[in-house]
């Protein structure tokens, strides 16, 4: 089972799993996790990716409104995530379980390098015997550049250190389908299933069903388990391994490495390339993307930066990191290899994408 069969295990807990209808953190629910940590987990590394700053901060703070401006929220969230950080070395320290806290934003996932540290980070963490409270940084996060949610926050975190398994532990049991029965096995997130969510939101939370299978297919793409399970019942991973009730979503066997893990499973792309027919023929050989190819390009993005690559008729055809500015591609489009140093004046590789920068979709 998920458990007994994983090496690195992220658990991510809602705003309402942690929080309570009052505001106040849910200390006997989040003590019993940390039971069920210290039993199963022997020999594994935790992570637990956990929302509820801005609402403790709200609680701290005696403010009830439920629109709140971003850079309001901001100013709360700073205020919360001490409380938030607090509460849990204060449990975790009452079952001498070191305990570290990393904020972070989508820079520091959606950069390879920034991504790389984030990685090394967490590795020295687990080095340490320590458990790492993960957070987005909602004190600097703009509406622009955010992940969201945590569900996302949390599979880009499991994608990037490789771990096994992520749990989300909800208010729900799991997907449920039309005749509300739980769907206990999702082995592809085709419109079948993504006909059975429904964005209904609580009181604090920012995610529904939607952006918990946007997570799935981060996890899917890097090879790792995802369940959804019911966050309300003490003890929670004992009670998914008593009871099983849950939705487990089936990672695809994937022969990617991670660095090409890491570009198929980016939250969103910094630019679109649209192809011709010809290079869209070349990629499904496995050949790079050249600039004789490139019909066009939408967006302005950095060398090394996420791109889609797509046809002439919208259909994505890949992901990959450029190796020129949009500006640059914009210059040499449609051009032979040749020509691509006396366009920009000055040598240059001649591949925009080169394949092993690339992943098919």
């Given at each position: 089972m998920l458990?007994?069969?994983?090496?690195?295990?992220?658990?991510?807990?809602?705003?309402?799993?942690?929080?309570?209808?009052?505001?106040?953190?849910?200390?006997?629910?989040?003590?019993?996790l940390?039971?069920?940590?210290?039993?199963?987990?022997?020999?594994?590394?935790?992570?637990?990716?956990?929302?509820?700053?801005?609402?403790?901060?709200?609680?701290?703070?005696?403010?009830?409104?439920?629109?709140?401006k971003l850079e309001m929220s901001q100013a709360i969230a700073a205020v919360g995530q001490i409380h938030l950080a607090g509460e849990f070395q204060k449990l975790f320290d009452k079952f001498k379980i070191k305990s570290g806290q990393i904020l972070i934003s989508p820079d520091d996932t959606e950069q390879r390098n920034r991504a790389i540290n984030v990685r090394n980070t967490f590795d020295n963490l687990f080095k340490l015997k320590a458990i790492p409270v993960v957070n987005e940084n909602d004190t600097t996060a703009t509406a622009e550049i955010k992940y969201g949610d945590n569900d996302r926050l949390a599979a880009r975190v499991a994608q990037i250190i490789g771990a096994d398994t992520l749990v989300i532990f909800s208010d729900v049991d799991g997907l449920y389908d039309k005749s509300k029965n739980i769907v206990k096995t999702v082995y592809k997130l085709d419109e079948k299933i993504y006909s059975l969510t429904s964005n209904i939101k609580n009181k604090y939370g920012s995610g529904g069903i939607t952006?918990?299978?946007?997570?799935?297919?981060?996890c899917m793409h890097a090879g790792c388990n995802m369940f959804i399970a019911n966050g309300k019942k003490?003890?929670?991973?004992?009670?998914?391994?008593?009871?099983?009730?849950?939705?487990?979503?089936?990672?695809?066997?994937?022969?990617l490495d991670a660095r090409k893990r890491w570009i198929i499973s980016s939250l969103s792309s910094f630019g679109i390339i649209f192809i011709d027919d010809g290079a869209a023929k070349a990629l499904s050989n496995g050949k790079s993307l050249l600039a004789a190819?490139?019909?066009?390009?939408?967006?302005?993005?950095?060398?090394?930066?996420?791109?889609?690559?797509?046809?002439k008729d919208e259909n994505h055809l890949a992901r990959g990191l450029a190796s020129f500015n949009s500006k640059e591609i914009d210059k040499i489009k449609g051009k032979q290899s040749k020509e691509i140093e006396n366009t920009l004046g000055y040598f240059s590789k001649s591949e925009i994408i080169h394949k092993d920068n690339m992943v098919k979709l």
């Open positions: 458990v007994n069969n994983s090496k690195k295990i992220v658990i991510k807990l809602g705003s309402s799993t942690v929080v309570d209808g009052k505001g106040k953190f849910k200390k006997k629910w989040v003590t019993s940390i039971k069920d940590i210290k039993k199963y987990g022997q020999g594994k590394n935790f992570v637990i990716v956990s929302s509820g700053a801005i609402a403790l901060g709200q609680k701290y703070l005696k403010i009830k409104k439920k629109r709140i952006t918990k299978l946007d997570a799935a297919k981060i003490n003890n929670p991973l004992k009670a998914m391994l008593k009871y099983k009730i849950f939705t487990h979503f089936v990672p695809k066997i994937s022969s190819g490139v019909l066009k390009i939408k967006g302005s993005f950095d060398k090394g930066e996420n791109v889609l690559i797509v046809d």
